[in-house]
């Protein structure tokens, strides 16, 4: 497909991803010219998503459709994003790390930052300042989290949205059907166009859509436990190791005292 459409319509609950100068990418759909297969798509050219395994009506989420490049450098900007965020997320564990490690007398070696090109940026007093100020809220690492979050949802939505335009067989047999749909062969049928096995494109979008989408959803899981640290939930890691030297405080606390009050009745009254 050398020529294509642009849609003028966008897509129902879809946020496009900007570049660095603020440009929407994949704002609307791209759809080829010849493409037969337009009538899979809602009035306003884009993609309903599914949702189990039911698709939605026109008026719930949907996805355009977009270009290969289109694809490519969504995936750069969120890959940068992700990248980002885990800098952020890294320098924050250490700056609780050695805050917990300040009380006189722990000599606890402190733990060196990194700055956003990935330079080592040694511990001083100063610096612990810097990322003090830096961290007395969390207000811009959660913003940053969102971001991030939005921009994942809005390509796993893309994904979904190509595959179910672009979907090919999972079985080669599937091409002996008199359903099955080459494109440029004929022109699809009804029955083709409602075949899940009917190719609509001359690639396999399941060798590489279906293992970016189970990576999104594993990585997902990953920045929710990573936003219970920036809240210090319980179940986080750092609530964890806090209750663990609390506990630690208080025993040692608890044993000082009870030693003191032997040796106390030991010498006073025996």
């Given at each position: 497909?050398?020529?294509?459409?642009?849609?003028?319509?966008?897509?129902?609950?879809?946020?496009?991803?900007?570049?660095?100068?603020?440009?929407?990418?994949?704002?609307?759909?791209?759809?080829?010219?010849?493409d037969?297969?337009k009538?899979?798509?809602?009035?306003?050219?884009?993609?309903?998503?599914?949702i189990?395994?039911?698709?939605?009506?026109?008026?719930?989420?949907?996805?355009?459709?977009?270009?290969?490049?289109?694809?490519?450098?969504?995936?750069?900007i969120?890959?940068?994003?992700?990248?980002?965020?885990?800098?952020?997320?890294?320098?924050f564990?250490?700056?609780?790390?050695n805050?917990?490690?300040?009380?006189?007398?722990d000599?606890?070696k402190?733990l060196?930052?990194?700055?956003?090109n990935?330079?080592?940026?040694?511990?001083?007093d100063?610096v612990?300042?810097?990322?003090e100020?830096?961290?007395?809220?969390?207000?811009?690492?959660?913003?940053?989290?969102?971001?991030?979050?939005?921009?994942?949802?809005?390509?796993d939505?893309?994904?979904?949205?190509?595959?179910?335009?672009?979907?090919?067989?999972?079985?080669?047999?599937?091409?002996?059907?008199?359903?099955?749909?080459?494109?440029?062969?004929?022109?699809?049928?009804?029955?083709?166009?409602?075949?899940?096995?009917?190719?609509l494109e001359?690639?396999?979008?399941?060798?590489y859509?279906?293992?970016?989408?189970?990576?999104?959803?594993?990585?997902?899981?990953?920045?929710d436990?990573k936003?219970?640290?920036?809240?210090?939930?319980?179940?986080?890691?750092?609530?964890?190791?806090?209750?663990?030297m609390?506990?630690?405080?208080?025993?040692t606390?608890?044993?000082?005292?009870?030693?003191?009050?032997?040796?106390y009745?030991?010498?006073?009254?025996?």
């Open positions: 497909m050398s020529a294509y459409n642009q849609g003028i319509k966008a897509a129902n609950g879809y946020i496009p991803i900007q570049d660095e100068n603020g440009k929407k990418i994949c704002e609307f759909s791209t759809i080829g010219e010849k037969l297969m009538s899979l798509l809602s009035p306003n050219m884009n993609m309903n998503l599914p189990g395994s039911s698709a939605v009506t026109d008026g719930q989420n949907q996805a355009p459709i977009c270009t290969d490049e289109e694809i490519y450098n969504i995936q750069h969120v890959l940068k994003k992700l990248n980002q965020f885990n800098s952020d997320y890294s320098n564990i250490i700056y609780k790390f805050k917990s490690h300040t009380l006189p007398g000599q606890t402190k060196n930052y990194t700055d956003d990935g330079n080592i940026v040694y511990y001083s100063t612990q300042q810097t990322y100020t830096k961290y007395v809220t969390n207000e811009k690492l959660k913003s940053t989290y969102q971001d991030l979050m939005n921009s994942i949802t809005t390509y939505g893309i994904l979904q949205a190509s595959k179910l335009y672009r979907m090919d067989p999972e079985n080669p047999m599937l091409q002996n059907l008199s359903d099955y749909y080459t494109p440029g062969t004929s022109i699809p049928t009804s029955e083709m166009k409602n075949n899940k096995g009917t190719a001359n690639r396999d979008p399941n060798e859509l279906n293992p970016k989408h189970n990576q999104i959803v594993k990585l997902r899981g990953e920045l436990q936003l219970m640290e920036f809240n210090n939930t319980r179940n986080s890691v750092f609530g964890e190791s806090k209750l663990q609390d506990a630690s405080i208080y025993v606390i608890l044993w000082t005292t009870l030693a003191s009050a032997i040796v009745f030991t010498f006073v009254h025996i």
